[in-house]
């Protein structure tokens, strides 16, 4: 049984790798559709703007909260506690 969640949890975690990977991406091309906005001017600026804000933003959160819960599972099935403190002194 343990096997086979940590193969599910590795395959989450390559998915969750995969994703934020893309809105890595996909964040920063729209910095550089903010930057041909602000260099073209007028009304044309308004619209891409108006789509980037309007249309690729909220895909964006979404995908990134429901990667970062991804990969938050992946990380309870595998029993990583990377998000845990320790008391533990060093000599």
């Known amino acids: 049984m343990k096997k086979i969640i940590k193969k599910i949890?590795?395959?989450?975690?390559l998915i969750f790798g995969y994703l934020i990977m893309i809105i890595l991406f996909?964040?920063?091309?729209?910095f550089f559709g903010y930057l041909v906005a602000l260099i073209v001017g007028?009304?044309?600026?308004?619209?891409?703007?108006?789509?980037?804000?309007?249309?690729?933003?909220?895909?964006?959160?979404?995908?990134?909260?429901?990667?970062?819960?991804?990969?938050?599972?992946a990380m309870y099935l595998s029993g990583e506690t990377a998000l845990t403190s320790s008391k533990k002194k060093k000599d």
Request: with cysteine; charged share 10%; glycine share 12%.
């Open 42 to 73: 007028g009304d044309v600026a308004a619209i891409i703007c108006e789509v980037i804000y309007k249309h690729i933003f909220p895909v964006l959160i979404y995908t990134a909260s429901g990667s970062v819960l991804l990969g938050l599972v």
């Open 26 to 30: 996909v964040g920063g091309f729209t």
């Open 9 to 13: 949890a590795n395959i989450m975690k």
